[in-house]
C-alpha cells in the first residue's frame, strides 16, 4: 500500500470517530438540556395548611410554592384569586397542590352537595338520630369505624323480653350531625350520625331504628375483623352473672290453702237419722280378764261374825 492511501484510510476513520464523538456530545447535550426544562420550577398554588372537605376557600387557605413543572399535576393553578370561594371535596394537606379535581364544581353551591362526593361508588349514606350516649359521648368522629347495636322485644317471644344484638360491623362514618370533620381533635355531641353502608345493609339499619333503640359501639382503629355475637337476653346476663342460681337456691314457701268461709246458719232441730241396715261383722272373741288378786277381812259384832271379801283393783 502506498503512502497516499495509508493517509486517506486513517484520515477516514479518523472522521469517522470524529463524528461519533460529535453525535454523542450532541445526544448528551440535548438529554441535560431535556433534564434542565423538567427541573424549571413553576408557580403552583398548594393549600398553607390543613383543609377538611366542605372548606370554602379564602386566601389564608392557600400559597404560592415553586414546583418542577414535571411534577405539577393536571388541572393546577398558578393564581389563587382564582380559588376564592371554591369549595373542598377532599381533604388537603400542608403542601397538596390545589387541582380542580379536588373541587367542587362551579356551578355547585357553596355547602351544598358535598356529602355526594365523599359516598364510595356503589354505597349509601344513611343517617339516624343519635343521643349522647348512643353516640359514644360525641367521641364518634368522621372516618371513625363503629358496630351497630339494636335493642328490641324478641319476636314471637311467649314472654316481653328484649334482646340486644348487633346487627352492622365495621361501619364507616362519614359524618356526625352537618360536621364531616372533628375540629380541634374535640368530642362534638351530636344529634345524628351518617354512616357510609351497601343497599343491603342500609334497609337493615332503617328496619331495625323503627322496631327498637340502636347505640354505637366505637372501634379501634386497627380492629376490622368480625365477631360471632349470638345476642344478649336479661335471663342470659342474670344466668352469667349467677344471679339465677342464687334465685333457684333461695327457700320458697310453702302454699297455704285457702278456706272458704260460710256464713253461720241458726240452729235448726235435726231429724233423726233413719236406721240403716247394717251388716253385721263376725264376732270376734274377746280375751280372757286377768285374774284380781283379792283380800277377806272377818268382822265380829256381838258376837255375831262376818266375812266380806275385798277385790283389788
Known amino acids: 500500500m502506498t503512502r497516499p492511501q495509508t493517509v486517506t484510510i486513517v484520515t477516514i476513520v479518523a472522521l469517522l470517530f470524529a463524528g461519533l464523538a460529535s453525535w454523542g456530545v450532541y445526544d448528551y447535550l440535548q438529554k441535560e438540556g431535556q433534564k434542565t426544562k423538567a427541573a424549571e420550577a413553576q408557580a403552583t398554588v398548594v393549600a398553607a395548611a390543613d ?125 356526625t350531625g352537618q360536621i364531616t370533620e372533628q375540629k380541634e381533635g374535640k368530642p362534638v355531641v351530636v344529634p345524628t350520625v351518617t354512616l357510609d353502608l351497601t343497599p343491603e345493609d342500609s334497609e337493615k339499619l332503617i328496619l331495625a331504628a323503627s322496631k327498637g333503640s340502636l347505640q354505637l359501639l366505637l372501634r379501634s382503629i386497627i380492629d376490622t375483623q368480625p365477631v360471632d355475637s349470638k345476642g344478649a337476653t336479661i335471663t342470659k346476663v342474670l344466668s352469667g352473672s349467677g344471679t339465677t342460681t342464687a334465685l333457684a337456691e333461695a327457700p320458697v314457701a310453702a302454699p297455704v290453702a285457702k278456706v272458704k268461709a260460710t256464713p253461720a246458719k241458726s240452729a235448726k232441730p235435726r231429724r233423726a237419722a233413719r236406721p240403716k241396715s247394717v251388716v253385721a261383722a263376725p264376732a270376734v272373741q274377746a280375751p280372757a280378764p286377768a285374774p284380781r288378786s283379792s283380800h277377806s277381812v272377818t268382822f265380829i259384832d256381838g258376837g255375831v261374825r262376818t266375812t266380806k271379801e275385798f277385790v283389788l283393783q
Open 51 to 175: 383543609i377538611p372537605i366542605g372548606t370554602k376557600l379564602d386566601l389564608p387557605h392557600l400559597k404560592i410554592a415553586m414546583i418542577p413543572k414535571a411534577s405539577v399535576q393536571g388541572g393546577g393553578f398558578n393564581d389563587p384569586k382564582l380559588l376564592m370561594g371554591r369549595v373542598v371535596i377532599r381533604h388537603l394537606s400542608p403542601g397538596d397542590v390545589v387541582t380542580e379535581q379536588k373541587l367542587m364544581p362551579k356551578e355547585g353551591t357553596p355547602m351544598a352537595g358535598v356529602m355526594t362526593y365523599i359516598i364510595p361508588q356503589g354505597h349509601r349514606a344513611v343517617t339516624v338520630g343519635v343521643n349522647e350516649v348512643a353516640g359514644v359521648a360525641g367521641f364518634v368522629a368522621p372516618n371513625n369505624r363503629v358496630d351497630v347495636v339494636l335493642t328490641t322485644p324478641i319476636p314471637r317471644a311467649a314472654t316481653s323480653e328484649n334482646i340486644s344484638k348487633i346487627i352492622l360491623q365495621n361501619v364507616t362514618v362519614l359524618a
